[in-house]
């Protein structure tokens, strides 16, 4: 595996698990309201990595 696609994949698991993770909150009842827009931080950052 290329220096690049190992860096490519690491990339990708660890926005699946931030994406995941933040889904997860915004889903959850029992969450608060700042950890609520902590999570969409979360999701924003990602989608701001992958567009740029």
């Known amino acids: 595996m290329s ?3 190992a860096k490519l994949l690491i990339a990708f698991a660890i926005s699946v698990a931030l994406l995941a993770a933040g889904l997860y909150i915004l889903l959850a009842e ?3 309201a700042d950890l609520q ?3 969409t931080g979360w999701i924003g950052v990602i989608l701001g990595y992958w567009l740029k």
């Open 3 to 5: 220096e690049d696609a």
């Open 30 to 32: 029992h969450a608060s």
């Open 37 to 39: 827009k902590a999570a």
